[in-house]
């Protein structure tokens, strides 16, 4: 370890590499490891750290500034819990901002401190972004320190020993532990979340769902019952749903599909409608006979440009996921709907002969845009049909 530690640093990132960044200490004080990524959004940077598809990650912000629309009740994307189970940690190029909004509550630093989130500010963000993009998600410990006391060869082994993502069910701690009913639709200014009045049943199986495709659902008109990852396809059956919906979630779709991959072919096989987001499209992959693999940085923003090739259009929407679909393995069962002009990658399937389709990316945005909403629409119109 050749590292110095420089005067005033109260905050570092050590990677396995034995690279450290250093910088001021924001949000929590102490330490956590995980996968470190880039998240290219301007905006929602608290919706972005309550994903639970963030779990066990550490999280660099592109984007310079945030903090000015402070934090709020109501941005919260997880059903519950802390930075155990969306993002651990979280990077800036600048200190945190005062915030400057209406609806905030309280301030980015306090919430991030209240949560458990450790920050780390005033570091290169463009340099470690670079440094992501062509060796990969590197594994870290970022750690803050008020009195500047670091141990950066324990940090450095810490990262260097933990074993990553591949092979990590993290569903289970991120879903809930017994089921519960939905009524909360989209936002609205300036009421907010109204309650809506559901029509057509679906169970959300929660892979570690987000709260905005509850919503989404709930605006569509749908009547929401949320079952753990683990219940199984007979517990669903037995609630006579219109569609069942595989949520979005954190780790890796190999290891949470172990359990749960045999209960979706009996969803499927059931005749029912399905729709898999991010996750639950990996995972209805691996159900149909496709496999998945690891990327090396993943795709975390809200600019990502995906072509929905059943209609032709390209739509920018958000991402968050650091495994994804072999295109190459899709059977012939199953057509490709949608695809990333980033770099080619599936973004989309559905069954020929089934109502089943699933996307890599998130149609209820939370934050980013709202291009893909039509997809929860597409949903109810085959629970009507």
């Not at 069954?351 to 597409?378: C, I, N, W």
Request: with cysteine.
């Amino acid at each position: 370890m050749t590292a110095q530690l420089l005067p005033g640093a109260t905050g570092v990132l050590a990677l396995a590499d034995g690279t450290i960044f250093q910088g001021v200490g924001v949000g929590a004080t102490g330490s956590a490891l995980g996968e470190v990524v880039f998240n290219t959004a301007m905006t929602g940077y608290q919706e972005i750290l309550t994903d639970p598809s963030y779990m066990s990650q550490i999280l660099a912000f592109t984007f310079p500034h945030v903090g000015n629309v402070g934090t709020n009740v109501e941005d919260i994307e997880q059903m519950g819990g802390g930075s155990d189970t969306s993002a651990r940690g979280a990077i800036f190029r600048d200190l945190p901002t005062d915030p400057a909004n209406y609806r905030s509550d309280a301030s980015f630093d306090a919430w991030m401190k209240r949560r458990g989130v450790v920050g780390l500010a005033g570091i290169d963000t463009r340099a470690l972004t670079q440094r992501i993009r062509d060796h990969g998600a590197p594994h870290a410990v970022i750690a803050h320190d008020p009195e500047s006391k670091f141990d950066l060869e324990a940090l450095v082994a810490q990262a260097r020993e933990w074993t990553g993502l591949v092979g990590l069910d993290l569903a289970k701690p991120a879903s809930t532990l017994q089921a519960f009913e939905w009524d909360e639709g989209l936002w609205e200014w300036p009421e907010g979340h109204p309650k809506t009045e559901g029509r057509k049943t679906v169970v959300v199986i929660d892979y570690g769902v987000k709260r905005n495709i509850l919503r989404a659902l709930a605006s569509t008109g749908a009547k929401i019952t949320v079952v753990p990852a683990t219940t199984t396809a007979e517990e669903i059956l037995a609630r006579a749903p219109d569609g069942v919906v595989l949520s979005n979630g954190p780790g890796d779709p190999a290891a949470t599909g172990e359990y749960a991959v045999p209960e979706i072919r009996k969803l499927v096989e059931s005749g029912k409608p399905v729709f898999g987001i991010c996750l639950g499209h990996q995972m209805l992959a691996l159900a149909l006979g496709a496999k998945t693999v690891k990327m090396e940085q993943g795709h975390h923003g809200a600019n990502h440009p995906v072509k929905d090739l059943t209609t032709g259009k390209v739509e920018i929407v958000s991402m968050n996921h650091g495994f994804t679909v072999d295109r190459d393995s899709l059977p012939d069962a199953v057509e490709e709907t949608h695809v990333s002009l980033f770099d080619g990658t599936n973004c989309g399937i559905q069954l020929k002969d089934r109502p089943v389709f699933s996307v890599q990316h998130h149609p209820e945005a939370s934050p980013g845009p709202t291009d893909s909403l039509y997809l929860f629409d597409r949903f109810s119109d085959l629970m009507k049909a």
